[in-house]
């Protein structure tokens, strides 16, 4: 892969398909890992301990009580689009003394999903100032949980300070197509820049 996220050499003849690296972020808890494991198309690889008591004190816990298990390094799936478009997935760790790992990771990402847990917004600030510094392009992905207030997406959108032109879509981290679907909108956001050219060669 090139620092662009693009993997050019060496494609069999058949391939004309364009891989892209895309980023799973967002705060801690917020279903980043749930994300990568719904919708990847391999045995996605993950990186989960025991949450324990390192975190206490240090992670809000708050609404993600029942969380037994945290990403300490990254996940990775795979996922193709169409028989054009192949996106790797990348899911950072949440955890606050784990983000020293994430300039490695966003290293020739073409864009990212952050993922915002609406009852705890504050645990994605962090993620979303991330991805302003790194210029990443990205979506919001409202994980929605049996208790999330149904909060309208312009509520959501101001009190995160998000630009009008970044989408902001809700979801189900658990389900396949609801998962599928947020890439989906990644991928036409980064159709809409004309940097960025998505079509085989
Ligand atoms: N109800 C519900 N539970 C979810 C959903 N997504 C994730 N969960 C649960 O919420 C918890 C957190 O999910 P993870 O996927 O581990 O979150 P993460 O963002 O990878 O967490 P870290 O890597 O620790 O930052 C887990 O117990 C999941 O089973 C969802 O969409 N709905
Ligand atoms: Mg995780």
Known sequence: MDSKG?????????????????????????????MVRSVSDIRPLTTEETLTQASAGVDDLIGVADKTQTTVSLDFGKISLNDTLTLYLFGTPGQERFWFLWNGLFKGALGAVVLVDTRRLASSFRAIEEMERQQVPFVIALNVFPDSRDHPVEEIRDALDIPP??????????????SRDVLVALIRHLKERPAVALEPR
């Open 6 to 34: 693009f993997d050019r050499p060496g494609r069999p003849a058949a391939g004309r398909t364009r891989s892209v690296k895309v980023m799973i972020a967002g705060g801690f808890g917020t279903g980043k890992t749930t």
């Open 165 to 178: 032109h970044t989408p902001v879509v809700a979801f189900d981290a658990r389900d396949r197509s609801s």
